[in-house]
């Protein structure tokens, strides 16, 4: 049996573990049914110890089982600290020690060598015996990632010392940049790695409502990202995450645009798909994004998809470019009956048009007024419209082509009411 190991080579078996620890929260070892125990206890402990003061564990009535939540408050942090899952890489003695050795060699900003000199200067220097192939190829990989510069002097590449950040101009400027890109932005881990380097911190930025988990999912944004600027297609394996026992699904498409969501900080992709019967625009959460393939096939016409998502965007409330429940008509007319108080209220009438996306509101009577909305998913609204849970008095969803109205959605009206319903009998109201 392999011992423990704090460190792994592939950050996809525990991105899911830390996501469920701090999102859903109080998970112990049977919630995980796609998984083994020894799984789970490896997992639990490497959280554990990437993340100690944030870990709490609960037992269960009984003390028969532990649960394992993650507690953050990220208002009080000065970093993300799931930063760290992405400092957890396994490595080997030998490649540590490469790794340093070859970066001491090209100290010197003047100094340049090429793969072969720089295998005899390893083994003379340090007694480090390297095969030529293992150099290049290292010496490849640290040019791509920035760390060495490449240049070709007749028949040899020649590897020197990339820039370093110190060295670059407005350096120290620079610095307050980064400390607030580090906490607010995707990709943030690329800066807090960076104040790392310069052994310097932040002391000044702070998020109030801030996301934290979805650092998590940077691998998966920055290759969409890439596909999406070279316009190419991608294969994404898609999973539910309260499904992990499943072998998810594969989803073809070329990625046109990410959205995130300013309530959640849920990020999404929007793909261009293109299907037997019809072509479409669907969205899909990125953290449940398993592995991104890159295609050869490149979008030919991406300036006419853009224009017809930006048209369609117009009637989207959230990411849902079809309906969940259709009924006649491409669109669904949203009127929504709310009383407020205009004297004691006015900050209702104030959210319904700060908050209702460019919808119309009238008043029709005294202390009531009615909001429309044309949307093509209105089962995207619903949580929104809970939100105004005691002051509904009427919800109608018509089917609609943007102009005539048809008849009523009774099916989506009814699944509105039947949840409150549900709510009511659970808080015994």
Known sequence: MSDFQELIKNIDKCR???????????????????????????????????LPEYVREDYTEGGKSKNISLQIDQKKLNTNPLFRVWQTGSFTDRDLSLHFFLLKLLE??????????????????????????????????YAEEGLLRVRKEGKS???????????????????????CFQMDRPLGVAGDTILSAQNETNEIFRIKHGFPTFTLEDEILLALLDAIREKQKTELRVQNNRRMETQGQRKCGYPMQIFVSLRSGRRFVCLYME????????????????????????????????????????NVWGVSFAPLVPGHGCLQKVILTIHADERTEPYIVNRLQREGEGGSIERIAPDTFRFEKTVKDAMEMFPWIRSFTGRIAGLQIYGTDGERLFERNEKLEAIFFSDLEKMYQKYGV
Request: charged content about 40%; hydrophobic content about 35%; proline content about 3%.
């Open 16 to 50: 899911d573990y830390v996501r469920d620890f701090f999102v859903y929260g109080f998970k112990s070892r049977g919630d995980f049914p796609g998984k083994s125990a020894r799984t789970y206890d490896d997992e639990r402990r490497r959280i554990a110890s990437w």
């Open 157 to 179: 590449i020649l590897y020197s010392r990339g820039l370093r950040f110190e060295e670059l101009p407005a350096a120290e400027e620079l610095l307050d940049m980064i400390r």
């Open 275 to 314: 299907g037997r019967r019809a072509k479409h625009f669907e969205c899909v959460r990125l953290d449940q994004i398993k592995e991104v393939v890159i295609l050869p096939e490149r979008d030919e016409k991406r300036e006419e998809h853009r224009q017809q998502l930006d048209e369609m965007r117009k």
């Open 108 to 141: 010197d900003p003047e100094a340049a060598y090429s793969a072969s000199e720089l295998a005899d200067l390893l083994m003379e220097e340090y007694g480090y015996e390297a095969d030529l192939q293992i150099v290049r190829r290292k010496c490849n990989e």
